[in-house]
T-cell receptor, first 115, second 112 residues
Framework: KAGVTQTPRYLIKTRGQQVTLSCSPISGHRSVSWYQQTPGQGLQFLFEYFSETQRNKGNFPGRFSGRQFSNSRSEMNVSTLELGDSALYLC??????????????FGPGTRLTVL | AQSVTQPDIHITVSEGASLELRCNYSYGATPYLFWYVQSPGQGLQLLLKYFSGDTLVQGIKGFEAEFKRSQSSFNLRKPSVHWSDAAEYFCAVGPLYTPLVFGKGTRLSVIA
């Protein structure tokens, strides 16, 4: 079974631009979560989608948004990029119910650099 | 609010030596506890998880962890470290549903 895939793997943008990251979950998984990883703040939860609905949201500004499609693929968008948005963005998928018993499996991440 | 503390930022051990990585959590209810490992440039790989039952949990790659409710700890152990174990290790706690709350991580270096 294929794992979680994220595209692109690397991205360089300039301040003020916007960016869209994509995540394809493990086949059959309906929950997709996004995390931001930085050296200073560590791993921080952005949001979770389950069956095309945002079920949880972390403490990030409205510039960060996401969506999930009917095939469970998810995208996150960051508008008006700031230098501090440079990070590794990780996507994780989990199984049918989306509960903690359905372990989160992580993709390799998208490394975003904002210049 | 739930939180996870990994007191050791960086640990260096010799190949073949035993390893223990510490994790303390703060959570109001029964925690769901996880250990993940991250190699450079990679995502997170699940090593093991604890939901209930036996407090000693076996994971992949020869790792185990012990849940101690009285100490709010979930320490990760390995009897004999291999050079390939060098990576960053994250402890995480979660409710029934996401999100996971992660510790800051412990970087493990392995020397010959």
């Amino acid at each position: 079974k294929a794992g979680v895939t994220q595209t692109p793997r690397y991205l360089i943008k300039t301040r003020g631009q916007q960016v869209t990251l994509s995540c394809s979950p493990i086949s059959g998984h309906r929950s997709v979560s996004w995390y931001q990883q930085t050296p200073g703040q560590g791993l921080q939860f952005l949001f979770e989608y389950f069956s095309e609905t945002q079920r949880n949201k972390g403490n990030f500004p409205g510039r960060f948004s996401g969506r999930q499609f009917s095939n469970s693929r998810s995208e996150m968008n960051v508008s008006t990029l700031e230098l501090g948005d440079s990070a590794l963005y990780l996507c994780a998928s989990s199984g049918l119910a989306g509960g903690a018993e359905d372990t989160q499996y992580f993709g390799p991440g998208t490394r975003l650099t904002v210049l | 609010a739930q939180s996870v503390t990994q007191p050791d930022i960086h640990i260096t051990v010799s190949e073949g030596a035993s390893l223990e990585l510490r994790c303390n959590y703060s959570y109001g209810a029964t925690p769901y506890l996880f250990w993940y490992v991250q190699s450079p440039g990679q995502g997170l790989q699940l090593l093991l998880k604890y939901f209930s039952g036996d407090t000693l949990v076996q994971g992949i790659k020869g790792f185990e962890a012990e849940f101690k409710r009285s100490q709010s700890s979930f320490n990760l152990r390995k009897p004999s470290v291999h050079w390939s174990d060098a990576a960053e290790y994250f402890c995480a706690v979660g409710p029934l549903y996401t999100p996971l709350v992660f510790g800051k991580g412990t970087r493990l270096s392995v020397i010959a």
